[in-house]
């Protein structure tokens, strides 16, 4: 009877370790299954934030494209360039010159201008009246050596005047009028040698 228990007993021994072998793959199994499972997991992430890096860039470089496609579709024809910056000049130009005649108005402004002092004639005593041609016996820029130079030939019996002229208004002293140009020259070398005025000669006159 001990005998026949004993192997019973074995026999169960057996048949329990053969169970827990079976067991212990199976355990195995599940822990590689869910092994696995985690590792695609941690993949996914992976690539699924690579993914939303690359689209994160992907914008941008469709904007520039974009933008670089608007710049050659919106190019326009060389005579519509041209009348466009035509317009635009065109637009520009009131401004500049508006601002050009500020500042040239402010810089007049700013300038003083200098007057010329009137110039108050200066009173002959002898003066010439009559429009003619004369004997010139000198020219002078001073009033005072014209009228000197009219005394002595006066003193030396011809009868003389000072007048001026528009071309460079010196005082001149002069003789006449005579009839003529013609006259006025014939009459220059007597009155000359008279009034001891050698250089005299015919010079037309009339009042200013």
């Given amino acids: 009877m001990e005998c026949g228990c004993t ?7 057996s048949d329990t370790a053969i169970s827990k072998s079976r067991r212990t793959p ?12 985690i590792v695609i997991l941690i993949v996914l992430l992976i690539l699924s934030f690579f993914w939303k890096s690359q689209s994160a860039s992907h914008p941008a470089q469709e904007m520039v494209t974009g933008s670089s496609a608007r710049s050659v579709f919106l190019t326009l024809p060389q005579h519509m360039a041209a009348s466009a910056s035509a317009t635009s000049s065109a637009k520009d130009a009131p401004v ?3 601002k050009s005649v500020i500042i040239t108005a402010a810089t007049h402004a700013s300038v003083p201008v200098a007057v010329p002092a009137p110039v108050k004639p200066v009173k002959i005593a002898h003066a010439c009246q009559q429009a003619g041609w004369y004997v010139q016996l000198g020219a002078f820029g001073k009033v005072g050596m014209a009228e000197k130079l009219r005394q002595q030939a006066d003193q030396a019996g011809v009868k003389a005047c000072v007048g001026t002229l528009s071309v460079n208004h010196l005082y001149r002293v002069l003789v006449g009028p005579q009839a003529s140009k013609s006259d006025a020259g014939t009459a220059a070398m007597g009155i000359g040698k008279k009034s001891g005025q050698k250089g ?6 009339s009042p200013e």
């Avoid at 199976?26 to 499972?37: A, E, S, V």
């Avoid at 005299?200 to 006159?205: D, I, L, T, V």
Wanted: no cysteine.
């Fill in 200 to 205: 005299a000669y015919p010079q037309y006159w």
């Fill in 7 to 13: 192997a019973e007993k074995r026999m169960d021994d």
């Fill in 26 to 37: 199976n355990k195995q199994q599940r822990l590689g299954f869910m092994l696995l499972i």
């Fill in 96 to 98: 500049a010159v508006a």
